[in-house]
């Protein structure tokens, strides 16, 4: 029982991965009906802001220390921290370890800016083109900004911990009647979970409450007649851009305790995405949190040993690698249109 | 209509003719055109294949900065590096046979189609005289095969799993790099002398020829001195969330958690064990422990503080205090302002291995390196005394077991030598079940 609600929360903070980067792609595919291939560089792009921000703040003077040596014999450099120097040794370690947190801040305004600049810069262009010259050309936008993160930051993975506060494990096994430690839980991935239900949560009620909401989700339903009605729709979809990679830029940002990233972040996220989007409904919003949760959960369970031992007896080898595209072919068999698309999208 | 006569003098001038022509082809094959890429003019061309791009690009970054340093070295630029120190005295700085050295570059993408498109490349269109290289045992036993039927030498760079050396073996491929049984033979007494022998292991593995030989290695080496083994689950490499791996874990009854994985599979693997409190963790009445059997400084580096008192193996560290070791630092360091990886370490080696041969045989024919090298014995190339045993062409030498280190001075001081564990204790016969399955067959010269 407990290696299964283990599984359950892992597939929960899988799936808010997921779903946080669907909720981006279906905004996008829904308001401006492009579909976004470089979404997942704008989730690798946040996790970025965060080693920028942790570089940023360890900038540091140097010092020599003569009685040790470095590998050439050399004195030793001793690095102190600005943020030490200006504000004490306390406190500035303090700034550092929260860098995480602080890097949400610090990339949100980032991340708005560059979805406004690529929207503007380059997708708009392709509005009325085929959706294949889309995936191309943003397909070919992904690749640019991996290739440009490695080329500044390497290939190899950058640890951006989580502060210590948040660094342990949680028992929640206890408030559910467990023995102590029989489910003990990371911190930081039920803080990341929460923080997607924020962010979901945020994201429903500022289109479902607001005005510019309103105005936005009737141009989802019908962006001519809106236009008719005096609105610059376009504009207002621009900014919805730019909301969108914000929000996959701070999924980034909050993720990178649990997987350091590297210039392939958005890749690996990219396919598992689309695949979450179709199988939600495309331009469903509610349909992409649901299936982002539902095949976390499904591909967590699919790697438990006991389930791998069942479906390797039915010559269904690494279930743990196939199972969300096997649930991604059966939904598009059996209704094409995803849990909770609109009829008659993908049902032509 | 014609008529044929035959006379006994026709016959035996006849005879005569057709036994000279079948002769032929011996008669006139001369050393001097008889292997492939054989170097007519002043330059001799290397091919150095290793990943430009990928998750190992920044271990092929750094094997390239070895190469090229090695190059500058055997032209007679530079400090001369190792080859000061090498017991081998044949190399003067004049390049190779008196030919200047050049080099050829290859992006393996740590793909085994794309690594042999490219050392193929390099073999007929730059006329590479030897392929070198790699970041992944994959790779490294695709490309040896290419190398064998093409007929030039393959000298491998970063390869760990036994089947390069043992049932993939070739008599045109040579490891300097040590291997998954000598990680195992290494690592287990210094397990028992921390850990004790009654433990409990639960094994991760890549699921690739590297993690397969890597783990069984492992295995055998800990049930040796009364470890058990309570399970061994297999990881796609592609995994980057272990945490439906590691969770199992916590309450299997294992105390100890041995991650067969190398690069960023092993950074994220040991990035969510720690995530999950294991090290943490009492099991048993005795603290939980993690074992990484294979280490590297670049990925030490990227899991960050999370190695701090873990043990592992590696094949060098630069904080070795032999003299070829320091002239090696030193002179890498001086050019490139970091130390070497073990990855630039042992293809530097490779390239002055290979020189060295070519020079001591007299020539580049890949049967006359491959003689030179079989049985060779050698020092002052930063892992004492070795030989490249001839019976599987793998060198035996004394192999580190380090630790992650506790209080770190620099962000390239993350991995401490707690060990050197002399050659005697990690050597095996060719024939061992390990290494069974496979023979190296002939040198093929490419004639």
Redesign the interface.
């Given at each position: 029982m407990?290696?299964i609600l283990?599984?359950v929360?892992?597939g929960l903070?899988?799936g808010s991965a997921y779903a946080l980067i669907a909720l981006g792609l279906t905004l996008i595919f829904g308001t401006l009906g492009v579909v976004n291939f470089a979404h997942g560089a704008l989730f690798m792009i946040g996790a970025f802001c965060a080693v920028t921000l942790q570089k940023i703040l360890n900038i540091s003077t140097i010092s020599l220390d003569p009685t040790?040596t470095?590998?050439?014999g050399d004195p030793?450099?001793i690095k102190t921290p600005l943020v030490e120097t200006w504000f004490g040794e306390i406190a500035g370690q303090a700034i550092i370890d929260w860098t995480v947190p602080l890097a949400v801040l610090f990339s949100i305004p980032i991340m708005l800016v560059i979805g406004y600049v690529m929207e503007r810069g380059l997708i708009r262009h392709f509005y009325k083109r085929p959706h294949a010259d889309q995936i191309l050309v943003t397909f070919g936008l992904a690749i640019v900004a991996g290739e440009l993160v490695?080329a500044n930051f390497?290939?190899?993975?950058?640890?951006v911990?989580a502060p210590d506060l948040l660094?342990?494990?949680t028992d929640l096994g206890v408030y559910l009647g467990f023995d102590v430690?029989?489910v003990?839980?990371?911190t930081?991935?039920i803080t990341f979970f929460c923080f997607s239900l924020a962010v979901i949560g945020s994201i429903f009620a500022f289109l479902q409450f607001t005005t510019f909401g309103m105005v936005v989700r009737a141009g989802m339903a019908d962006r001519e007649t809106v236009g008719l009605l005096g609105i610059n729709i376009d504009r207002k979809f621009t900014i919805m851009f730019g909301i969108a990679a914000a929000v996959a830029g701070v999924a980034g940002v909050m993720y990178t305790?649990?997987?350091?990233p590297?210039y392939?972040?958005g890749m690996?996220f990219l396919v598992i995405s689309f695949v979450v989007v179709v199988v939600g409904g495309m331009g469903s919003l509610a349909g992409a949190v649901l299936a982002g949760f539902m095949l976390g959960i499904l591909?967590?369970f699919a790697?438990?040993?006991e389930v791998k031992s069942f479906f390797e007896m039915l010559y269904l080898p690494?279930i743990?690698?196939i199972i969300i595209y096997l649930v991604a072919i059966i939904v598009l068999l059996v209704r094409p249109r995803g849990l909770l698309g609109k009829a008659g999208v993908m049902e032509d | 209509m014609s008529k044929i006569e035959f006379t006994r003098r026709g016959i035996i001038k006849t005879s005569a003719a057709v036994g000279a022509g079948i002769a032929m082809p011996t008669l006139l094959t001369s050393p001097a055109a008889a292997y492939t890429n054989e170097p007519k003019g002043k330059t001799v061309t290397l091919g150095f294949n290793v990943p430009q791009?990928?998750?190992?690009?920044?271990e092929g970054?750094d094997e390239l900065r070895a190469y090229e340093l090695a190059v500058e070295h055997l032209n007679g630029g530079g400090d001369g590096g190792m080859m000061n120190t090498f017991s081998s005295k044949e190399l003067k700085g004049n390049g190779i046979l008196g030919k200047k050295v050049e080099f050829v570059t290859g992006d393996t993408q740590t793909k085994s189609d794309a690594a042999r498109a490219s050392a193929k490349s390099m073999i007929e269109k730059d006329n590479a005289v030897m392929i070198t290289g790699g970041s992944s045992s994959g790779v490294a036993i695709a490309v040896q095969g290419l190398c064998q039927e093409a007929g030039v030498i393959f000298m491998a760079g970063l390869t760990h799993s036994n089947d390069t050396t043992g049932k993939d073996k070739k008599a045109n491929g040579f490891r300097h790099f040590f291997n998954g049984y000598m990680s195992g033979a290494a690592l287990a007494p210094v397990l028992l002398e921390m850990y004790g022998p009654d433990r409990t292991a639960y094994h991760l593995t890549a699921d690739y020829t590297w993690g397969w030989t890597q783990q069984e290695s492992i295995q055998q080496a800990t049930e040796a001195i009364g470890w058990k083994t309570a399970?061994n689950?297999l990881t796609?490499l592609?995994t980057?969330?272990f945490?439906?791996?590691v969770?199992?874990v916590?309450?299997s009854g294992a105390d100890v958690l041995v991650l067969n994985h190398y690069?960023?599979n092993m950074?994220?693997s040991l990035?969510a064990a720690v995530?999950?409190?294991l090290r943490?963790?009492e099991v048993n009445g005795k603290n939980f422990e993690i074992v990484v059997p294979l280490y590297s400084r670049?990925?030490a580096?990227?899991?960050?503080?999370?190695v701090k008192g873990i043990f592992g193996s590696t094949n060098w560290h630069?904080?070795l205090q032999d003299e070829g070791s320091k002239a090696f630092?030193?002179s890498f360091?001086?050019k490139y302002g970091?130390?070497p990886s073990q990855a630039a370490h042992t293809v530097y080696c490779q390239t002055l291995l290979y020189a060295d041969a070519a020079e001591r045989a007299g020539t580049f024919n890949p049967c006359g390196i491959a003689e030179s090298l079989e049985g060779f014995k050698f020092d002052g190339l930063g892992n004492g005394a070795t030989e490249y045993r001839a019976g599987d062409h793998q060198c035996f030498k004394d192999v580190l077991v380090v630790k992650g280190k506790e209080n770190p001075?620099?962000e390239?001081?993350v991995l401490e030598v707690v060990k050197v564990t002399p050659r005697a204790q990690v050597e095996y016969p060719v024939d061992h079940a390990m290494f069974a399955g496979g023979e190296l067959g002939k040198c093929n010269s490419g004639a």
């Open positions: 407990d290696a283990l599984q929360l892992n903070d899988k040790k470095d590998f050439l030793l450099k490695k390497g290939a190899t993975e950058i640890q911990p660094a342990g494990v430690g029989r003990a839980y990371p930081w991935r305790p649990i997987k350091p590297s392939e972040l690996q591909e967590s790697s438990m040993n690494s743990d690698q | 791009t990928g998750a190992y690009a920044d970054a399970k689950v796609p592609a980057t969330d945490s439906s791996y969770a199992p916590l309450n690069g960023g950074i994220n990035t995530q999950f409190g943490a963790k670049l990925m580096k990227g899991a960050g503080e999370n630069w904080s630092v030193k360091g001086k970091f130390p001075t620099s390239f001081d």
